[in-house]
């Protein structure tokens, strides 16, 4: 399985219509996860002077990536035959993601970080990471695909997209560059927008903005940049969940004792 021929190129001005289109939903997922980027976690990443340290990341990041496959093999088999047109697209994904946690594996062996592949199986889950991975397996289930469309697609992987657009970089500084973190900045960045031209509650001349069916995905998609950036610090041993308004606007910012030098 080769991801490069899974993704199609990424069409920048079809992506910049569906932004302006949406961006009642596009403008706070992007404040919310630019917040992200800019908390805790990402000063621990780019501080890192040894993939080695990577360690507590990779091991949790690995139950992440072999599980969210399934999760879209879920999404897929339970399509109803109402939403078969999304067959497609679920599987593309899932196709795309089946691997991935395989290259990781393969990327701690050689550099390192465990010794056998049976380590992984031994591996803890962090509550947040818990708490990620089964808003996914409860969207599933709900089967409302907007939902799962805004809060997995659109908010989820755009964190993603932010996640390796650092870490990929940086292990190429560390002299542990690799294709798991490569793909994932092009792959993610793709599924982050173009999902949302499956969204159907809103005609192209309608004004979704004050509609309680928009607040309702809207909500949906920052419980999971919270959920994601929760996780994220949850790998590195520090118990912080942010929390974000409508606008996206972080609402309680790390004190103090959260931030690392």
């Not at 199986?121 to 969207?139: F, K, P, R, W």
């Not at 994932?184 to 999902?195: L, T």
């Given at each position: 399985m080769t991801e490069q021929t899974v993704y199609e190129v990424v069409d920048q001005g079809k992506m910049d219509a569906l932004?302006?289109?949406?961006?009642?939903?596009v403008e706070p997922i992007y404040r919310a996860s630019d917040h992200i980027t800019r908390l805790p976690f990402f000063t621990w990443v780019r501080n890192l002077n040894d993939a080695r340290q990577f360690k507590p990341v990779a091991e949790q990041l690995y139950y992440h990536s072999a599980t969210f496959p399934k999760v879209l093999g879920l999404m897929l088999g339970m399509t109803s035959l109402r939403n078969n047109p999304m067959m497609p697209f679920y599987a593309k994904h899932a196709f795309g993601e089946a691997d991935h946690h395989m290259l990781l594996r393969d990327w701690m062996l050689q550099h390192g970080l465990i010794r056998n592949a049976s380590e992984l199986?031994?591996?803890?889950?962090?509550?947040?990471?818990?708490?990620?991975?089964?808003?996914?397996?409860?969207?599933a289930i709900e089967q409302d695909q907007e939902k799962w469309l805004v809060a997995i697609n659109s908010g989820i992987e755009r964190c993603s997209n932010d996640f390796f657009k650092v870490v990929a970089p940086k292990m190429y500084e560390l002299n542990a560059g690799?294709?798991?973190?490569?793909?994932?900045?092009?792959?993610?960045?793709?599924?982050?927008?173009?999902?949302?031209e499956y969204l159907t509650s809103f005609p192209e001349?309608?004004?979704?903005a004050d509609s309680h069916?928009?607040?309702v995905l809207l909500r949906k998609a920052l419980?999971?940049?919270?959920?994601?950036?929760?996780?994220?610090?949850?790998?590195?041993?520090?118990?912080?969940?942010?929390?974000f308004d409508d606008e996206g606007e972080l609402i309680n910012p790390p004190g103090s004792q959260f931030r690392l030098q």
């Open positions: 932004r302006k289109r949406h961006a009642w939903l199986d031994n591996v803890i889950t962090s509550l947040y990471t818990n708490a990620c991975v089964n808003m996914a397996y409860q969207l690799h294709c798991y973190f490569d793909i994932h900045v092009e792959a993610d960045e793709h599924h982050s927008i173009m999902g949302l001349d309608s004004n979704p069916r928009a607040k419980e999971g940049v919270s959920l994601w950036g929760g996780m994220l610090h949850s790998w590195i041993g520090v118990d912080y969940l942010p929390r």
